[in-house]
C-alpha cells in the first residue's frame, strides 16, 4: 500500500501521523526549503522503526540534499525523487505496513505524473475531506 499526501506543513504532518492505524514501513520525505521542515519531520518522527528516504525534488526552492541528510540524519538514504522512490519500493515491506511520500506538494504531483504509477482515487468523506488526510494510490 502507498500512501501519497502532501503534508506539506505541521498540521498537515500532524493529521497524517493521526489518520494512518499502523506505522509505515517506510517514508519517502521531500520538501521545499522555505517550509518548517524541523516541526514536520519531528511529528513524522513518532513513528519509530520506519526506513526514511530523502526526495530532491526538481523545483529551485527544494531542499537540497546535504539540507535533507541533516533535516533526516545519518540513516537516511538521499537522493532524486526518483532514485529513493526506487530505492524505497525494492525494500521489504511488512504487510500491512505501507509506504509513505510525503512533505510536498511537488513531490506528491512529481509522482502522481509518473507514468510507472496506475493511479486509483478513492472517494473520500467530508469528513475526510475536512481533515486533509491521506490519498491513497495503488501501483502495479
Not at 526506513?51 to 529551485?60: D, H, M, S, T
Not at 522512490?85 to 500491512?96: D, M, S
Request: charged share 25%.
Amino acid at each position: 500500500r502507498l500512501v501519497l499526501d502532501a503534508a506539506h506543513n505541521p498540521d498537515g504532518a500532524n493529521a497524517l501521523v493521526r489518520s494512518l492505524k499502523t506505522t509505515p514501513d517506510a517514508v519517502v520525505f521531500g520538501a521545499m526549503a522555505d517550509k518548517e521542515v524541523g516541526a514536520m519531520v519531528e511529528s513524522l518522527r513518532s513513528w519509530e522503526g520506519a526506513r526514511w528516504y530523502g526526495a530532491r525534488i526538481g523545483n529551485e526552492r527544494s531542499l537540497d540534499e546535504d539540507a535533507l541528510a541533516q533535516v533526516l540524519g545519518p540513516e537516511a538514504m538521499i537522493g532524486s525523487t526518483k532514485a529513493v522512490l526506487h530505492a524505497a519500493l525494492n525494500g521489504r515491506f511488512k504487510a500491512p505496513s505501507p509506504l509513505v511520500v510525503c512533505g510536498s506538494i511537488y513531490l506528491r504531483l512529481t509522482l502522481s505524473s509518473t507514468r510507472t504509477w496506475r493511479v486509483e482515487i478513492p472517494r473520500r468523506s467530508e469528513a475526510t475531506r475536512a481533515e486533509s488526510i491521506e490519498h491513497r494510490r495503488c501501483w502495479r
